[in-house]
């Protein structure tokens, strides 16, 4: 067949998430190999499934005809028989744009079966993956320029897309001070209510607070406060939506900060012990880099 090409890919991932890496094994039509491959500091096993069969792909010439082989039913079932896109929606939308450009027979293998082209994918892939968590990566901080000063990240070129960040936290204290809160008999008043509004003002004055944010425009921010008994804490949940050329995490960890250190101000009077605690980011959906889970 003229111009058809065989494709192997396979992904690996320490911990998923973790630190993985990707391989791609490419022969022509004259039988000769070239190995792609890679690797990301956080990651999943899915996501390094695809992230290899993309650049793969991406590395024929349009029109071409190829047979990608893979142990993924992830990869192999969604684009053949339409199993559900519920994450990873950035990485499908490159597969269905590849798709439109080359004639490609989806193929699935058993893993560890001993196919030679899987077997060498799944050994670079894990090399990858094994030097990434050893710290071999030419990964590189985004806001800095080549002579290593703050700059701001150019996301011109980036399309806009739908995005969601989920951050949360806590703040613990006296339950005593914790009562005071819950019954609504704090002198400055309703700490719940207020601090609810300062974490969605707090949000949207974000690019105003971290030097080299974005201003983006937010679709919508939720902030939930959780009195919780047990731990004698106060829950924060902080939830961001947009669609813009970069993501909303940052706003969603504002949220949180300002909501925890609202809640301080207006308890400190009784309490000044209280602890901020674990602000962390829970998860974020859309964007080049993919969908993060933490938790």
Known sequence: MS???????????????????????????????????????????????????????????TQSSV?????SSYLVNTMTVGWKRKINNDLWTSLDHLVLRLNIQWEWVKGHSGHPENEEANDVAQAESNDI????????????DEAGKASMVDVGTKEITA???????????EPTTLALIESNELKKGDALGVARIAGIMGAKLTPQLIPLCHPIPIEQIIVELAVTHATSSIEITGTGRTNAKTG???????AVSIAALTIYDMAKAVDRTMRINAIRLISKTGGQHGDFYSE
Do not use: Q
């Not at 500091?41 to 899915?46: F, G, I």
């Not at 968590?133 to 800095?144: E, Y």
């Open 248 to 254: 909303i995490e940052m706003e969603v960890l504002v």
């Open 163 to 173: 995005r969601e960040a989920i951050a949360k936290g806590s703040i613990l204290m």
């Open 3 to 61: 111009n058809h090409y065989r494709l192997f890919t396979d992904g690996a991932c320490k911990g998923n998430p973790g630190p993985g890496g990707w391989a791609a094994v490419v022969v022509d039509p004259s039988g000769n190999k070239t190995i792609l491959s890679g690797n990301e500091s956080h990651t999943t096993n899915n996501r390094m499934e695809l992230i290899a069969a993309i650049k793969g792909l991406e590395s024929l010439p």
């Open 133 to 144: 968590n050893a710290g071999v990566t030419t990964s590189k901080l985004t806001h800095t």
């Open 67 to 71: 047979v990608l082989t893979s142990d």
